[in-house]
C-alpha cells in the first residue's frame, strides 16, 4: 500500500475520531497539536486504525508511537 | 444478519453522516435552530462510538433547547464506576435520543465511588442526579480469584452483595436518586475448565453465585437492573472482554460494546421513564407466514412445522404470544383484502396467533402510515408507542418517512432472524411486571369491543349506561403504590401538571395529612380497567389545591373525572374548605386536557407563571353531577375523618 493512500486513510479516520472539520496531514502531528486528543480518544483512535487496516495493535507499540508520522511507518510495516 | 455489536435492527449510518453533522453544527453556530427532529433521525442509525461522540457534543452544546422543545425526557445520570465508563458516558447523550431520553451525565472521581455516594455533600450528591449507575467489577468487589475454602467463598460473595447493597443505600438516602444495580460479566477465562462450574470458589462460580443472589435478594422494586451477565454473553464473553484494554486503561468491555452498553443504559433510563413501547404491529404476508394469502390460499402458504421457512414464521408468531401474555398490545396492518387475511387465523390449524390475540385489525389497500395512526388511535396511544414488523422495505422506508417516531426494525428477507432482531432491538424493555401487565393485552381487546358498542349503540348517554361502570376511589395505599408511581411516570396526555414522583415520594405524600390523594379503579362489563386515575390535591384550611391529576386514555370520555371531583369537592366541603384550585401546565402531549378545568366548572383566574394557566371551583355553587356508573369510595386510616360516605351517584 502506498505512503500516501495509509496518510490519506489516517486522515479520515482522526477527523471522525477527533471530531474535526478538517485536517492537514503532516508527519509531525502529535496529540499537542490537536486539542481532542486526549488519552480516551487516543484509544478509540487506536482501535479505529485497528480496524481499518485489519490488524490489532499491542501495547508496546501503541507506547512507542510519537507522533502520527511513526504511526504511518507501524502501518506500512504490519502490511508488507 | 449484520454483526451485533452494529445494532443490525437499526438502518446503517447514512454515508454523508459527517456532512449531516457539520450541517448542523453550522446550523446551530449560525444561531439557527437545531431540532430535536434532526437529531433523532441521525441517531436512528447504528453509529459507532466517533460518531456518537460527534452527535453528543451537538446534544451537549443544544442541551437547554432541546430541554425547552419538550419531546424528548430529560435524565441526569450519576455515574459511580471502579472503572472507566467515559466512553460509555460519552456515547449516552446521541444513544439517548433514540429512546426519547436526553441523557446528561455527572461522574464520579476516578476510585471515589465509595465517598462520592456515602457523603451527602459530595459533588455527585449536589448535582442531584435523577439515577445513579452503580458500577463495580468483579475486581474491586473481590470476586476476582478464586477462594477455594467453601466457607471463604460464601463469605466472599456475602460481602460483595452487603457492599452493594449498602451502596445502593447510601445513594437513596443522601443522594435521593434511583439506583440502576448491574449483574457481573463472567469471564471467558476458565481455570480448570470445565470443572469451573463444580467449583465452590471458582471465579465463574462466585461470579454466578453473586449475580443470582444479586437479583434475587438486593435488587429491590425500586432499583433498576442492568444484566451486563446476559449483555455480555449474548455478545460472546470472549469478544466482550478485551483484556489489552481493561489493563491500558481499565475498560469494562471492547471498544465495540460500548455503543451496544449505551443503548442498554437508555432502554433502561427510557422504561423507567415509561416511554418504551406498547404495542407490535405485524404485516401478515411474509412476515406472520410464508407466501401471499391472496396468491397461494390457504394451502398455499408457509406457516408450521415441516419446513425451514415456516418454522421460522411460527417463531414469529409464537414471541409475538408471548410478548401478548406480558402486556404487549398486538395490532396487524397488512395491505390485503380483510376477508383473505382473516382466513389463516380462522382456518390455517398451524396459527398459533388467533383473532382474539390482535387488538386491532386493518387489512386494505391504504397506505401504512395512515393505517398505522388508526391503529394508535383506536388504542388510545401515542404512534411513538408502536413497533413495526413488517418485510417489505419499501414499507418499512414510507412508515419511516412519514412516522419517524415509529419504530421500525431492520429486518431483512431471512424470517428466521426476525425474532432475535426484535428482541435484541430492546424496544419493550421493562422495570416491572406485575397483574396489571398481565391483563393489559385483555384490556385493550375489551377496548376495541367497546369502540364497536359505541357505533352501534350510537347514543352517548345509553353507551355509558350500557357499560354497566363500577367506580372505586380509595386514598393511596401500600397495595396500590407501585402502579400509582407507574401512572404518575408515563402518563402524558391526560396530566394537568405532569408533575414526576418516584415510590419514595408517593409512600412521604400517602403519609402526609396535608395531602388528599385518590387512586380510581373502573370495571365495566367487558372487563377490569385496573387503575386508570390518579388525584392529589393539598388540603388547605379554604382552599384545596390541585397539585397532580392524571387519568388513563383509555377511559376517556367515560365521565370518570367528574366523579373524580364530586368525591373531591364532598371531601373538601366537609373539612370546611369553600374553594378548589388547580393548575394546567402545558407540555407538547397534554393539550388534551387544555380545557379541562373548564369543562368541570372551575372559573379561570389567571395566567400560571412559567406558562399554562389557573382555576377555581366555588365549592358553595357546586353541586354533584347524576353520573352513569356505580361510585364506591374507599376511606383508608388516615382519610377515615373527612371522606364522604360511599354515595352511588347513580340514577
Known amino acids: 500500500m502506498e505512503r500516501s493512500a495509509i496518510t490519506a486513510q489516517l486522515t479520515e479516520i482522526m477527523i471522525d475520531v477527533f471530531d474535526l472539520d478538517e485536517l492537514e496531514y503532516r508527519d509531525d502531528l502529535s496529540a499537542a497539536d490537536i486539542e481532542e486528543w486526549d488519552s480516551l480518544s487516543n484509544i478509540r483512535f487506536m482501535v479505529a486504525v485497528e480496524k481499518e487496516f485489519g490488524f490489532r495493535l499491542s501495547n508496546s507499540e501503541i507506547e512507542s508511537l510519537k507522533n502520527v508520522g511513526e504511526m504511518v511507518d507501524l502501518i506500512e510495516r504490519k502490511l508488507a | ?651
Open chain 2, 1 to 651: 444478519m449484520a454483526d451485533l455489536l452494529a445494532l443490525p435492527w437499526l438502518l446503517p449510518a447514512p454515508p454523508d453522516f459527517r456532512a449531516r453533522v457539520r450541517a448542523l453544527r453550522s446550523a446551530h453556530g449560525a444561531g439557527e435552530a437545531v431540532r430535536t427532529a434532526d437529531l433523532v433521525a441521525l441517531a436512528g442509525h447504528g453509529l459507532d462510538l466517533s460518531q456518537l461522540g460527534s452527535l453528543g457534543k451537538i446534544v451537549d452544546s443544544r442541551r437547554q433547547s432541546l430541554c425547552a422543545e419538550g419531546r424528548l425526557r430529560p435524565v441526569l445520570l450519576g455515574i459511580a464506576a471502579t472503572h472507566t465508563l467515559d466512553l460509555v458516558a460519552e456515547a449516552l447523550p446521541a444513544t439517548g435520543l433514540r429512546h426519547g431520553v436526553l441523557v446528561d451525565t455527572v461522574q464520579t472521581d476516578y476510585g471515589q465511588l465509595a465517598q462520592a455516594v456515602l457523603d451527602p455533600s459530595s459533588a455527585l450528591a449536589a448535582a442531584r442526579p435523577d439515577f445513579v449507575l452503580l458500577a463495580l467489577d468483579a475486581a474491586a468487589l473481590g470476586l476476582a480469584r478464586p477462594q477455594f475454602e467453601a466457607a471463604a467463598a460464601e463469605a466472599a460473595v456475602q460481602s460483595a452483595l452487603d457492599y452493594v447493597a449498602s451502596l445502593r443505600d447510601g445513594v437513596r438516602a443522601n443522594i435521593g436518586a434511583g439506583v440502576i444495580l448491574h449483574t457481573l460479566a463472567t469471564p471467558a477465562e476458565a481455570l480448570f475448565g470445565s470443572y469451573d462450574a463444580r467449583v465452590p470458589g471458582s471465579v465463574r462460580w462466585l461470579i454466578a453465585r453473586f449475580n443470582q443472589r444479586l437479583c434475587a435478594e438486593v435488587v429491590q422494586d425500586s432499583d433498576l437492573l442492568l444484566d451486563m451477565a446476559a449483555m455480555a454473553e449474548m455478545v460472546g464473553l470472549a469478544r466482550w472482554h478485551d483484556p489489552l484494554r481493561w489493563h491500558d486503561a481499565k475498560m469494562p468491555c471492547a471498544l465495540d460494546a460500548v455503543p451496544l452498553y449505551a443503548d442498554h443504559v437508555c432502554r433502561l433510563l427510557a422504561a423507567a421513564r415509561g416511554l418504551s413501547r406498547k404495542c407490535l404491529v405485524l404485516d401478515l404476508d411474509n412476515t406472520l407466514w410464508g407466501g401471499i394469502i391472496g396468491d397461494d390460499g390457504v394451502e398455499g402458504i408457509k406457516l408450521g412445522q415441516g419446513s425451514a421457512r415456516g418454522e421460522a414464521h411460527l417463531a414469529v408468531q409464537s414471541f409475538a404470544l408471548d410478548l401478548r401474555r406480558r402486556g404487549i398490545i398486538l395490532a396487524v396492518c397488512s395491505k390485503n383484502e380483510e376477508a383473505a387475511a382473516l382466513i389463516p387465523f380462522r382456518e390455517h390449524d398451524e396459527m398459533v396467533l388467533k383473532e382474539d390475540h390482535i387488538s386491532v385489525f386493518i387489512a386494505n389497500w391504504t397506505d401504512k402510515a395512515t393505517n398505522l395512526k388508526a391503529i394508535a388511535q383506536a388504542l388510545n396511544i401515542g404512534t411513538d408507542a408502536l413497533v413495526f414488523l413488517d418485510d417489505n422495505p419499501a414499507e418499512r422506508e414510507r412508515v419511516r418517512q412519514e412516522l419517524p417516531e415509529v419504530a421500525v426494525p431492520e429486518v431483512g428477507d431471512e424470517p428466521s432472524d426476525y425474532v432475535r432482531l426484535l428482541s435484541l432491538a430492546g424496544y419493550f424493555e421493562a422495570v416491572a411486571f406485575n397483574d396489571e401487565d398481565r391483563k393489559r393485552a385483555d384490556m385493550y381487546q375489551a377496548n376495541a369491543q367497546r369502540a364497536s358498542a359505541l357505533q352501534k349503540v350510537g347514543n352517548l348517554d345509553e353507551y355509558l349506561a350500557s357499560l354497566e361502570m363500577e367506580c372505586t376511589i380509595a386514598p393511596f395505599d401500600d397495595l396500590g403504590r407501585a402502579r400509582i408511581a407507574q401512572l404518575v411516570n408515563k402518563s402524558n396526555q391526560f396530566n394537568l401538571t405532569t408533575r414526576r414522583y418516584t415510590e419514595a415520594d408517593i409512600a412521604a405524600i400517602q403519609a402526609d395529612p396535608k395531602k388528599f390523594t385518590m387512586q380510581v379503579r373502573l370495571v365495566d362489563r367487558f372487563g377490569d380497567n385496573g387503575m386508570i386515575s390518579v388525584v392529589i390535591f393539598d388540603r388547605g384550611d379554604e382552599v384545596w389545591h390541585c397539585d397532580t391529576w392524571l387519568m388513563s386514555c383509555r377511559v376517556l370520555g367515560r365521565r370518570v373525572e367528574e366523579a373524580v371531583l364530586a368525591h373531591v369537592a364532598a371531601a373538601a366541603k366537609a373539612a370546611g374548605a369553600s374553594r378548589l384550585t388547580g393548575e394546567y401546565i402545558p407540555t407538547p402531549k397534554n393539550v388534551l386536557v387544555e380545557k379541562h378545568f373548564e369543562k368541570l366548572g372551575f372559573a379561570c383566574t389567571g395566567e400560571r407563571s412559567g406558562g399554562g394557566t389557573l382555576w377555581e371551583l366555588d365549592l358553595a355553587a357546586y353541586t354533584s353531577p347524576d353520573l352513569p356508573m356505580q361510585i364506591e369510595a374507599k376511606t383508608g386510616a388516615g382519610a377515615l375523618a373527612d371522606s364522604p360516605t360511599p354515595q352511588a351517584l347513580v340514577d
